[in-house]
């Protein structure tokens, strides 16, 4: 699997290319977009690890810019800035994750390799509820007529609450099977968060009926006919 670091501060980007090829996987490092977009169009990569401050342009333009060449690669945000409204921008943006510098090492191995993790495909590729169709094989999603674009990490997050559809998931629940992080903590109750009103904005906007629905106080369920 290739990962691909971008990273301008080069003792930092040495140590994440050094760490992770230890972990076994393909590295190619980069410290400006121009070379990221490049890299992506050339030979795109199984991951992305993006930092935010790039010395030609930010990272978000980068994402911005992958995400505009219709690539599902997760991207996973490295920054040093942690405030919600940031991470929010950063997941708005297309990012399927995000880690906040500085970091344990051991955390982001653990997230490349959820973020690399092939789901598991049910026997029918194709998961229906009323008018939401899910098509797993070749991962697209459609309600009724309308065919929506889903970042890969909202497509599992859907393909999660549709194979799960009458039964409530909590955020523990959807940490550890779709984020599979067993350790859950405030910043990915955000990020859970963010990503369920992505889903609902694609999801139910514009119909009649509602499928995904928040159980407060204890998690979110996705609800077809009785």
Excluded at 161 to 176: E, F, Q
Excluded at 177 to 205: C, F, G, M, Q
Aim: with cysteine.
């Amino acid at each position: 699997m290739h990962v691909m670091v971008v990273e301008d501060d080069e003792t930092m980007a040495a140590t994440l290319a050094k760490g992770i090829m230890e972990d076994g996987y393909k590295v190619t490092s980069c410290g400006t977009a121009a070379d990221a977009l490049r890299i992506v169009d050339d030979e795109p990569p199984d991951l992305v690890l993006l930092d935010i401050g790039l010395p030609d342009r930010s990272g978000m333009e980068v994402l911005q810019a992958i995400r505009s060449r219709k690539c599902l690669t997760p991207v996973i945000i490295l920054t040093a800035r942690d405030a919600i409204r940031d991470r929010v921008k950063g997941l708005d943006a297309g990012a399927d994750d995000y880690l906040i510098k500085p970091f344990a090492f051991a955390e982001l191995l653990a997230r490349i390799r959820a973020r690399l993790r092939h789901p598991e495909v049910p026997e029918s590729n194709i998961l229906r509820v009323d008018d939401l169709m899910i098509d797993a094989l070749n991962r697209r999603v459609m309600r009724g007529s309308h065919e929506m674009s889903l970042t890969g990490q909202e497509f599992e997050l859907l393909r999660y609450l549709v194979i799960n559809v009458g039964k409530t998931v909590s955020r523990d629940m959807i940490a550890r099977d779709v984020w599979h992080i067993e350790s859950r903590a405030t910043p990915l109750d955000n990020v859970i968060d963010v990503h369920i009103s992505h889903l609902r904005a694609k999801v139910d906007r514009g119909f009649d009926k509602e499928l995904i629905r928040t159980v407060w106080g204890i998690g979110f369920v996705l609800k077809g006919d009785e």
